[in-house]
Every structure is written in structure tokens, then in C-alpha cells.
């Protein structure tokens, strides 16, 4: 039996990224039986169909949590797709066991380079002590939690630099390939 592998991008405005929309081109190209789904497009208006994205979820053997790290987080709409989503006595509690065994991975991008993610430096703090929440959030719902896939100095403010562009794009296909290799690796 095949694994299916389920892709949530939570970029709250996908036509507007850059380096987010050219991972999950790149990944659809490599993984073209994963189910894909675009929050944007499905709920710019925040009203979050639980019913059929619980179905998802339950179908899915793999979750990828795909979006640009918003102020050392998810943004605003995924996250109140996990809210909605992800209710006691579904992900969670003595009866909520759907999600159990599932794997989790989370690919995300951000503005900020890499090395700034340190103690002493602007952003103070490791990539990985920013991941807590997500860590507990996977262990709650009782999912496997996978490496994480990231990829910093996307700035949004860079695309009208052509040469900042070759190289964020350049950063976003191999972030891509890592995902992909990452998917794979979850799969046997």
C-alpha cells in the first residue's frame, strides 16, 4: 500500500510569496501524487470547512505543515486551521486518537538569514527553540514528529534585486529537493 502524503501550505497570500510558492511547485513536481491544499485559496475568509479537512488528515499517512515563519510562528491562518482542526476529541484527549502514528514534518522559510537564529544575535534564539510549540503540538496529537525543513534569507523585500532573486530562488529549489528527500525518507 502506498503512503499518502498530505501538503498544507498556510501562506496566507501564496500569489504574494516568492521563495513558499516555488517549494511547493517544485514539490508537486516531484511528489504528483501528494494531495496539496492551499489554505488561501480555500479560506481567505477564515471559515474553516473542519469536516473535510478532518477527512484529510485521517486519509493522510504523511503531513507536511509548509509556510514562511510569520513573528516565530505559523501565521494567522494556519493557525486557526489548527485550531479549528485539530479539536479534543479528535487530535487530542482520552478519544481523540485520529492522528495517531501519523508522521508530522514541518518546512518553512524565513526572511531573516539562518545565522541571525542564535543566541547573542538579532533573533536571540535557536530555529529549534521556536519549534517547542510545534514539538508539543505533534507529541499531543500523538504524530510522529519528522526533521524539519528550513531554509532562511527569503525576504519578501529582496525580489526586486535580480541578483537576490537568482539566489533566493536558487535557496527555494534546493529547499525543495531537501523536502522531497525528507518525504521520502518519512515514506519507508
Same mark, same amino acid.
Given at each position: 500500500m502506498?503512503?499518502?502524503?498530505?501538503?498544507?501550505?498556510?501562506?496566507p497570500d501564496l500569489s504574494q510569496s516568492f521563495a513558499n510558492k516555488i517549494i511547493l511547485e517544485e514539490l508537486q513536481s516531484r511528489l504528483p501524487n501528494a494531495v496539496f491544499v492551499s489554505l488561501d485559496k480555500l479560506y481567505n475568509n477564515?471559515?474553516?470547512?473542519?469536516?473535510?479537512?478532518q477527512q484529510r488528515l485521517i486519509e493522510a499517512d504523511?503531513?507536511?505543515?509548509?509556510?514562511?515563519?510569520?513573528?516565530?510562528?505559523?501565521?494567522?491562518l494556519m493557525k486557526k486551521w489548527m485550531e479549528d482542526v485539530f479539536i479534543h476529541g479528535f487530535s487530542h484527549g482520552s478519544t481523540g486518537n485520529k492522528l495517531s502514528g501519523k508522521k508530522l514534518i514541518i518546512s518553512f522559510t524565513s526572511g531573516?538569514?539562518?545565522?541571525?537564529?542564535?543566541?547573542?544575535?538579532?533573533?536571540n534564539y535557536t530555529i529549534d527553540e521556536f519549534l517547542y510549540p510545534l514539538k508539543q503540538f505533534s507529541n499531543l496529537c500523538g504524530m510522529?514528529?519528522?526533521?524539519?525543513?528550513?531554509?532562511g534569507g527569503l525576504s519578501y #523585500?529582496?525580489?526586486h534585486?535580480?541578483?537576490?532573486? @537568482? $539566489?533566493? #530562488?536558487?535557496?527555494?529549489?534546493?529547499?525543495?529537493? @531537501? $523536502?522531497?528527500?525528507?518525504?521520502?525518507i518519512s515514506l519507508k
Open positions: 502506498e503512503e499518502k502524503v498530505l501538503v498544507i501550505s498556510g501562506h477564515y471559515q474553516i470547512n473542519v469536516e473535510i479537512e504523511i503531513v507536511v505543515l509548509q509556510f514562511p515563519f510569520f513573528w516565530y510562528g505559523i501565521p494567522a531573516a538569514p539562518e545565522h541571525l537564529y542564535q543566541h547573542g544575535k538579532s533573533q510522529k514528529w519528522q526533521d524539519y525543513v528550513y531554509s #523585500q529582496s525580489r534585486d535580480k541578483e537576490k532573486l @537568482k $539566489l533566493m #530562488q536558487e535557496k527555494a529549489i534546493s529547499h525543495a529537493e @531537501k $523536502l522531497a528527500d525528507q518525504i521520502l
